[in-house]
């Protein structure tokens, strides 16, 4: 993606949203693909290999939430934001842990979406290999080796989305300090923390205590810290 335009699918029915959007962002610089259902997103992300998906819940045929099923099933680690346009979808977003990284409310602004794709982008590729030090982390059964992109436990590799691992390595290159959800939203998501983003990083946290703790309902590693956000805690 350095030397060339990033390239964006977006997953969309509507025609004329798609439209505005692709508009959107082809003035920004971007690559756009368009799929108009969910079978055409996974076909297209398969063969277009695109850096981020803007995923739409409702879709005609196979919903937003099974195409990022779908997609990280098939091993794709691209960023996924899901468009929602009710609040139950938010909760189902989040709820439900389908390995998406963000969510956007319709109505949106293009801008909105504009910087929350770029985000997505600077975090998924620009900075990674600047944020993260070749530094390997070891606690417990667990090895991060962040020039990898490899996270084990018990020997086994973990499977953890760019937004996931970003976090965890954020963590842990912090250990035993308390870190507030708003300076997690700036750090690992890259937006200026404003409110309503706290479920992100929770839903977050909550996966991430799935993949690593052995009891994820009473972390070792990851602990909440009580009106603040979260900390890891090592030995
Ligand atoms: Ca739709």
């Not at 756009?32 to 005609?60: N, Y």
């Not at 989305?161 to 708003?182: D, K």
């Amino acid at each position: 993606m350095s030397h060339t335009p990033a390239h964006i699918l977006i997953v969309e029915d509507e025609r004329a949203v798609a439209r505005g959007l692709e508009y959107a962002l082809q003035n920004e610089g971007f690559e756009v693909v368009w799929a108009q259902t969910g079978r055409q997103a996974i076909d297209f992300a398969h063969s277009e290999k695109p850096d981020a998906i803007l995923l739409d819940i409702r879709l005609p045929d196979i919903n937003g939430f099974d195409v990022c099923k779908q997609l990280r099933g098939a091993g794709m680690r691209q960023p996924i934001l899901m468009v929602t346009a009710r609040d139950e979808e938010v909760d189902k977003v989040l709820g439900l842990e389908l390995g998406a990284d963000d969510y956007i409310v319709k109505p949106y602004s293009l801008r909105e979406v504009i910087s929350r794709i770029r985000a997505q982008l600077r975090r998924a590729y620009g900075e990674l290999s600047a944020v993260q030090s070749s530094r390997h982390f070891v606690f417990g059964d667990i090895e991060i080796d962040p020039e990898r992109f490899l996270v084990t436990k018990g020997g086994e590799p973990l499977d953890l989305t760019p937004t996931e691992f970003r976090l965890l390595t954020h963590l842990v290159a912090n250990p035993g300090h308390p870190l507030t959800r708003e300076g997690l939203i700036e750090a690992v998501w890259g937006y200026d923390s404003e409110l309503g983003y706290d479920r992100t990083v929770d839903v977050h946290m909550r996966r991430l205590r799935q993949k690593l703790e052995d009891d994820p309902a009473n972390p070792r590693w990851f602990v909440t810290v009580r009106g603040v956000g979260y900390k890891f805690q090592p030995d």
